[in-house]
């Protein structure tokens, strides 16, 4: 990016068509995640049918780890393809992404989730609003407001853990970035389904909250994923990123081999 004008206290206008470009990518991709897996969810609530059967809670967890792995592949190079607050303040808490952009990425995220949850309910009509909630997330029955709670920390924990892994460190082989952070989300859903529905995203439970009228748990959903977000990219950057692999004894055997003096080696 190039450098402010002012001492970097001003941006220059090229900055500032760069930040509008970051948020619109993330407007757009955090649109698309919600509604893809929205979508798919609101669908198994109403148990409408494509062929064959309605989607069920598999579908769903599928449904939003596929989209992720695309639009990580889709928008990794431009915005970084954060599309989840708890991923922006957890890479911004090690020092991985500017402080200065967390703002706008946050107000973009939300935007996005909202207009996808606008978009959904246009599509499926009403009962997708007053009987599905538009996909919105909230905690099975029977399930206390402190387990929804935990059980976001620990799939926030999961999913930011796994994108500060292969994002951040660059030993990680290139490419396997999508597939990684798409597997993660699947996983988390699946787990967290059953109690809290499974968010692992502030932004992806508040779109359809806000468009349905309804906000079941609402902190368990907002804190959560950002606290356990925050935790996973402060363990793996300060605790696990400096580890090294550790030679196998193949590999030392084989150097001390090398290193020996020929008449060894030939006596061997």
Not at 93 to 114: H, M, S, T
Not at 167 to 174: E, K, L, Q
Not at 177 to 197: Q, R
Request: net charge negative; proline share 7%; hydrophobic share 55%.
């Amino acid at each position: 990016m190039a450098a402010s004008s002012v001492g970097g206290d001003k941006p220059t206008p090229q900055e500032r068509v760069n930040v509008l470009r970051l948020g619109l990518a993330e407007l757009i991709g955090t649109f698309l995640l919600v509604l893809v897996g929205t979508a798919v969810a609101t669908a198994a609530t109403l148990g409408k049918q494509t062929a064959g059967a309605a989607y069920d809670s598999l579908a769903v967890a599928l449904a939003f780890g596929l989209v992720l792995a695309a639009l990580v592949g889709a928008l990794g190079q431009t915005s970084g393809c954060h599309v989840n607050p708890a991923v922006t303040l957890g890479l911004a808490v090690i020092g991985k992404f500017p402080w200065r952009y967390v703002p706008v990425y946050l107000l973009a995220q939300l935007v996005g989730a909202v207009l996808a949850a606008f978009a959904l309910w246009a599509a499926y009509g009403e009962r997708a609003r007053t009987e599905a909630a538009l996909g919105a997330t909230a905690p099975a029955q029977g399930v206390t407001n402190l387990q929804a709670f935990m059980i976001e920390v620990l799939i926030g924990f999961l999913l930011v853990f796994v994108v500060t892994a292969v994002a951040t460190d660059p030993r990680v082989p290139a490419g396997s970035a999508a597939l990684a952070i798409g597997f993660a989300l699947t996983a988390c859903v699946l787990v967290a389904g059953p109690v809290s529905g499974g968010a692992a995203n502030p932004v992806r439970a508040l779109g359809p909250m806000i468009i349905a009228g309804k906000f079941p748990s609402v902190l368990s959903y907002v804190l959560g994923p950002i606290l356990g977000g925050i935790a996973g990219a402060v363990v793996y950057d300060k605790v696990l990123a400096p580890a090294t692999t550790p030679e196998s004894p193949s590999a030392d055997t084989d150097t001390d081999a090398d290193n020996s003096p020929p008449n060894e080696r030939q006596d061997a």
